[in-house]
């Protein structure tokens, strides 16, 4: 089974310019997450999507974050325009509830710096 | 907003030594899930606890549930330098509006030391 596949893996870029990240979760998974992890710390969520509709992003800087889910299936992940403290991993995960256990799949991630 | 507190933070010993991760929240789950995280990776899920009480064993780690399902603990028997990583646990909701939610503890960073 293919895993949750993300892109890049890096990214190195000025402040104020704008970065994009891609997500492409387990087939079948109805359930997408991006998450963001700054070094040594636990992840925070920042959206999850159930298909192609927003069920969380309470904690989503919407005034320079936005993310889609077209078709509910692949996942962007848009920064404009970045800021220092944006520097983290990003994360996305993708699960299928079944039963109410949700267990979540993770990419490798994409480490974005800003400078 | 549920919150997951672990501890401790840091966590150095020696390989052969035991050791045990606390998770505690004042909110109640409808499951909890431990993961590891290697440097460069995604955590990769260790384990998920569903029933209050609960205990489950993978070889030389044990994962508890607390009754109330609010708290959970992974303890770790005769530790060894492969179990360095950052340990996560996390809370799932399967009801309502926050159905599906996943809400990390701020991490456990283990070395063991050979």
């Known amino acids: 089974e293919a895993g949750v596949a993300q892109s890049p893996r890096y990214r190195i870029i000025e402040k104020r310019q704008s970065v994009a990240f891609w997500c492409n979760p387990i087939?079948?998974?109805?359930?997408l997450y991006w998450y963001q992890q700054i070094l040594g710390q636990g992840p925070k969520l920042l959206i999850q999507?159930?298909?192609?509709?927003?069920?969380?992003d309470s904690q989503l800087p919407k005034d320079r974050f936005s993310a889609e889910r077209l078709k509910g299936v692949d996942s962007t992940l848009k920064i404009q325009p970045a800021k220092l403290e944006d520097s983290a991993v990003y994360l996305c995960?993708?699960?299928?509830?079944?039963?109410?256990?949700?267990?979540?799949?993770f990419g490798q991630g994409t480490r974005l710096t800003v400078v | 907003t549920q919150l997951l507190e672990q501890s401790p933070q840091f966590l150095s010993i020696q390989e052969g030594e035991n050791l045990t991760v606390y998770c505690n929240s004042s909110?109640?789950?409808?499951?909890l899930q431990w993961y590891r995280q290697e440097p460069g990776e995604g955590p990769v899920l260790l384990v998920t606890?569903?029933?209050?009480?609960e205990v489950k064993k993978l070889k030389r780690l044990t994962f508890q549930f607390g009754d109330a399902r609010k708290d959970s603990s992974l303890h770790i028997t005769a530790a060894q330098p492969g179990d360095t990583g950052l340990y996560l646990c996390?809370?799932?909701?399967?009801?309502?509006?926050?159905?599906?939610?996943?809400?990390f503890g701020q991490g456990t960073i283990l070395t063991v030391h050979p």
């Open positions: 909110s109640v789950f409808s499951s």
């Open positions: 606890v569903v029933t209050g009480g």
């Open positions: 999507f159930q298909n192609n509709g927003v069920v969380d």
């Open positions: 996390a809370g799932a909701n399967a009801g309502g509006t926050s159905y599906g939610k996943l809400t």
């Open positions: 087939s079948g998974h109805a359930t």
């Open positions: 995960a993708s699960s299928a509830i079944t039963g109410g256990e949700t267990e979540a799949f």
